[in-house]
């Protein structure tokens, strides 16, 4: 089954809010809506996007919490992490 560009667009606005991509946003909602996305249909996928970034962030600030320093092993550290710190 291939989804439409409707569809496709909707997932991406979800997936902008998960990543907190402001221009990703309001890219893909104009993309939606140029495939007749509605805007119930846009606030349900921006909804989704929000319920899994808290989701995904309770997580993380639950392992976070535990995250035991001493007992790291650095495996991969020279690798990095893809965030522009360094």
């Known amino acids: 089954m291939k989804l439409d560009d409707r569809i496709m667009e909707l ?3 979800g997936a902008s809010i998960t990543a907190n991509c402001q221009p990703c ?10 495939y007749g996305a509605d805007e119930q249909e846009i606030q ?12 995904a962030a309770a997580k993380m600030d639950k ?24």
Do not use: M, P, W
């Open 11 to 13: 997932i991406a606005i």
């Open 44 to 55: 349900d996928a921006i909804q989704v996007g929000k319920t899994v970034r808290r989701g």
């Open 25 to 34: 946003l309001e890219y893909h909602t104009g993309k939606a809506k140029e």
């Open 63 to 86: 392992y976070a919490a535990s995250f035991n320093v001493s007992g790291l092993n650095n495996e991969g550290a020279d690798k990095g992490c893809g965030c522009s710190l360094s």
